[in-house]
T-cell receptor, first 111, second 114 residues
Framework: QKEVEQDPGPLSVPEGAIVSLNCTYSNSAFQYFMWYRQYSRKGPELLMYTYSSGNKEDGRFTAQVDKSSKYISLFIRDSQPSDSATYLCAFLSGSARQLTFGSGTQLTVLP | DTGVSQDPRHKITKRGQNVTFRCDPISEHNRLYWYRQTLGQGPEFLTYFQNEAQLEKSRLLSDRFSAERPKGSFSTLEIQRTEQGDSAMYLC????????????FGPGTRLTVT
């Protein structure tokens, strides 16, 4: 079993839709939960991080963590064509320094 | 603050040649990380520096790979005797001492081994 599972997509939605991106994980030591956005042939860009169960909101983005189910989500409201990218979930245990990434979900928002 | 920079952005080399990549972190960040990313996969950790000390190395970092961070500023990653399996995007990230959860990535160096 892989430590992190992320649906690779591709996911295609119309402009203005609400997008839900998800990851599951198996490592109980993970304490920090991140979402990165990566445009084609660019480096990953940190969108949000959180360390507790519940929701964290930043503009059109909401990160949700359910530690009991080992499940995290990223919601994008009012999606825009500029949101078209690959979204990577990432995890960090308290003692570690390296991030463990999901394989990424490719999102296309159609105008 | 200009962010993390990497040089070169692209490198094409023949199998068996040596290559070296450079990373300049965000200026006040004392932690620096190298990752490797292949097509359709998330980045995989290679190595980590705190200031000039290399504190962690992944088992992915074979003997052909070496990384340095002299004086705790920029870092270099060298691959000796390149193999076709080394073809990937090599990403550098940095963070401050406050949190490894806020790692900021550079644009990457795309290596193609022919």
């Amino acid at each position: 079993q892989k430590e992190v599972e992320q649906d690779p997509g591709p996911l295609s939605v119309p402009e203005g839709a609400i997008v839900s991106l998800n990851c599951t994980y198996s490592n109980s030591a993970f304490q920090y939960f991140m979402w990165y956005r990566q445009y084609s042939r660019k480096g990953p860009e940190l969108l949000m991080y959180t360390y507790s169960s519940g929701n964290k909101e930043d503009g059109r983005f909401t990160a949700q963590v359910d530690k009991s189910s080992k499940y995290i989500s990223l919601f994008i409201r009012d999606s825009q064509p500029s949101d078209s990218a690959t979204y990577l979930c990432a995890f960090l245990s308290g003692s570690a320094r390296q991030l463990t990434f999901g394989s990424g979900t490719q999102l296309t928002v159609l105008p | 603050d200009t962010g993390v920079s990497q040089d070169p952005r692209h490198k094409i080399t023949k199998r068996g040649q040596n290559v070296t990549f450079r990373c300049d972190p965000i200026s006040e960040h004392n932690r620096l990380y190298w990752y490797r990313q292949t097509l359709g996969q998330g980045p995989e950790f290679l190595t980590y520096f705190q200031n000039e000390a290399q504190l962690e190395k992944s088992r992915l970092l074979s003997d052909r790979f070496s990384a340095e961070r002299p004086k705790g500023s920029f870092s270099t990653l060298e691959i000796q005797r390149t193999e076709q399996g080394d073809s990937a995007m090599y990403l550098c990230a940095s963070s401050s001492g406050q949190g490894a959860y806020e790692q900021y990535f550079g644009p990457g160096t795309r290596l193609t081994v022919t």
